[in-house]
């Protein structure tokens, strides 16, 4: 996959998000999740959810869901496993998104218009891997923001 462009991120709070985990990271690959602290993200607090990347099997935990899934779908989503969410387009496309990241080790953004479980979202996502290890994807931070 090819390398991560941050001029293609195109919200503002999303590109500010990016700017902060890069700064975070210093000259390592990712930053570790306690390098971070959701104070300093208030701004697009509830619409972050923090990803455990969990291996053999692989499987994505969700630590923190933000406010604006359980708003948008009725459910709360924090502590559930991403392969157990009750509305199987997301689900699919969440898992998909999630192994790309991990499988791309840097950052992505999505910008896409998609119906999803009879649901119209319009929407652009950030993916910003974090590492305890140094090396390997351990937790992923996801930003969403909804777009006119």
């Avoid at 991120?9 to 990016?18: Q, S």
């Avoid at 971070?36 to 969990?54: C, K, M, N, R, S």
């Avoid at 948008?72 to 990241?101: H, I, N, S």
Wanted: hydrophobic letters at 45%.
């Amino acid at each position: 996959m090819s390398a991560f462009d941050p001029a293609t991120i195109r919200d503002a709070r999303l590109r500010r998000l990016h700017d902060y985990w890069q700064a975070r990271r210093g000259a390592r690959r990712f930053p570790a999740r306690a390098d971070l602290d959701p104070i300093d993200f208030a701004y697009i607090l509830g619409q972050v959810t923090l990803v455990e990347v969990h291996e053999n099997p692989r499987r994505y935990r969700w630590r923190l869901v933000g406010t604006w899934w359980r708003e948008k779908f009725g459910v709360e989503g924090t502590g559930m496993w991403a392969d157990e969410w009750p509305f199987p387009d997301q689900r699919a496309a969440v898992l998909r998104a999630y192994d790309l990241v991990v499988s791309a080790g840097h950052p992505l953004v999505f910008d896409r218009s998609v119906w999803l479980d009879g649901r119209l979202l319009v929407v652009e996502t950030l993916f910003l891997p974090l590492s305890e290890t140094g090396a390997d994807v351990s937790m992923i931070l996801v930003a969403l923001v909804e777009r006119p």
